[in-house]
């Protein structure tokens, strides 16, 4: 296993698909323990980033560093990724999910059901997922990303589908992986969800940075001062 990197950086990255540029020459740097909140309208990026950072989608141009290298299988061991398609196996019970993963990863039986206690679902932690709620396989998708206790830590949309009392424990799981160390970087439209609990305001629109700064002072006002007076990507 490769030792945890301090910082992940973005260097003039730019992701292309035919002439269409999803991403353009963007560069960011996200040390350890701080939790950027990654902003903007549908098709501004986001989602595309997110992927490069997990290695999932190779850049067009520029790099990304991990510390002082670049991809490789042991880095990947220490990248957790929620995607906004939550990729559970609807046939499988929760349980079921979370072992078949563990056991990619080499984890203890134990680290399952510390996880379907985190996950808030012990008592349906044998029932098909394919019965949950969009809540339910939301937070079992959380913690499944969790489970190899990973370094950087990417969320696409990751409050989607959950009530207020699983909206505050999901903000508090992911400020005390910040507090161990972690670097999280999280996609999302639910500006209010996130004001107190990012750190970094990342702003990007058609593909490029166009602000990142620190998140103090109000989320909402500071996406509303960049982007102007458009409600654009704002959800009320």
Do not use: C, W
């Amino acid at each position: 296993m490769t030792a945890d990197f301090g910082a992940v950086t973005l260097v003039d990255v730019s992701r292309h698909y035919g002439r269409r540029r999803a991403v353009s020459h963007v560069s960011l740097a996200v040390q350890s323990g701080e939790i950027v909140g990654l902003l903007g309208p549908n098709g501004a990026g986001k989602s595309t980033l997110l992927a490069m950072l997990a290695t999932l989608v190779t850049p067009t141009s520029g790099e990304i560093r991990y510390g002082s290298s670049g991809p490789s299988p042991a880095l990947r061991a220490r990248i957790g990724m929620l995607a906004h398609e939550l990729h559970l196996y609807p046939e499988l019970s929760a349980r079921q999910n979370l072992t078949f993963f563990a056991r990619l990863y080499g984890l203890a039986p134990s680290t399952v059901e510390h996880a379907l206690e985190a996950a808030g679902l012990v008592d349906r932690a044998d029932e098909e997922v394919a019965g949950f709620s969009r809540g339910m396989r939301q937070r079992l998708a959380l913690e499944r990303t969790l489970l190899h206790a990973p370094h950087l830590v990417l969320l696409d949309e990751p409050f989607t589908g959950l009530d207020d009392r699983a909206v505050g424990a999901a903000a508090a799981r992911i400020k005390q992986l910040a507090y161990g160390g972690a670097i999280v970087i999280l996609a999302t439209h639910d500006l209010d969800l996130v004001d107190g609990l990012i750190t970094r305001v990342a702003i990007v629109r058609d593909g490029r940075l166009v602000s990142d700064e620190p998140a103090s002072g109000g989320v909402r006002a500071r996406y509303r001062r960049v982007m102007g007076s458009s409600p654009e990507g704002l959800r009320d």
